[in-house]
């Protein structure tokens, strides 16, 4: 109940082109849902979250679309550049003190010119 | 916005010596602090995560060991590495479901 699932594992996509990444999870407790940019030799930072009282949210070129009666959740980059060449992390977590968040095992995304 | 800073970026040990990772949150109060290691193109393991001074809980068995004597300080520790011990190492702090990340210390135990 606690794991996120995420797919796919590596993803190419051509420069200007749209990256999908999907997760799903089976915890219906989660309420909040964030995606997590690495570079390499990087610590991940932030990149968006959503909560599940809304169906998407986007911020520039980047989009969280939330489905919340299929637990699942995805991020769209749109007009995908190489410097978005990175592993991105899905996860969720309950919005309380004491809870961990529960990261997705990670896509390798490579934007090829 | 939080700050998570990490020290040493990296660091080569020997088998059977000590180690000692530290790390310090700036910009927030209370903060739950979190140790993760990564393996290379791996995902994220969570080894310990702190609700508050004094209080840890792990996560896997392990030869390492965390410590929170203050606040926004979060220590991760060994008496004797293991070659297996080698890794990214990344503190993380954060409240209420967000988490921050340091810049994390590359760790190779010879």
């Known amino acids: 109940q606690q794991q996120v699932k995420q797919s796919p594992q590596s993803l190419i996509v051509q420069k200007g082109g749209i990256s999908i990444i999907n997760c799903a999870y089976e915890?219906?407790?989660?309420?909040?849902f964030p995606w997590y940019q690495q570079f390499p030799g990087k610590g991940p930072a932030l990149l968006i979250a959503?909560?599940?009282?809304?169906s998407e949210k986007k911020e520039g070129r980047f989009t969280i679309s939330f489905n919340k009666s299929a637990k699942q959740f995805s991020l769209h980059i749109m007009d995908s550049q190489p410097g978005d060449s990175a592993t991105y992390f899905c996860?969720?977590?309950?919005?309380?003190?004491?809870?961990?968040?529960?990261f997705g095992p990670g896509t390798s995304l490579s934007v090829i010119p | 916005s939080q700050t998570i800073h990490q020290w040493p970026a990296t660091l080569v040990q020997p088998v059977g010596s000590p180690l000692s990772l530290e790390c310090t949150v700036e910009?927030?109060?209370?903060?739950?602090l979190y140790w993760y290691r990564q393996a290379a193109g791996r995902g994220l393991q969570l080894l310990f995560y702190?609700?508050?001074?004094?209080?840890i809980s792990s996560e896997v068995p392990q030869n390492l060991s965390a410590s929170r004597p203050q606040d926004r300080q979060f220590i991760l520790s060994s008496k004797k590495l293991l070659l297996s011990d080698s890794g990214f190492y990344l503190c993380a702090g954060g409240r209420v479901g967000e988490q921050y990340f340091g810049p994390g210390t590359r760790l190779t135990v010879t």
């Open positions: 959503i909560r599940p009282d809304v």
């Open positions: 996860a969720a977590s309950r919005r309380t003190s004491y809870d961990k968040v529960i």
């Open positions: 702190s609700v508050g001074i004094g209080q």
């Open positions: 910009g927030t109060s209370n903060p739950n």
């Open positions: 915890n219906t407790a989660f309420d909040y």
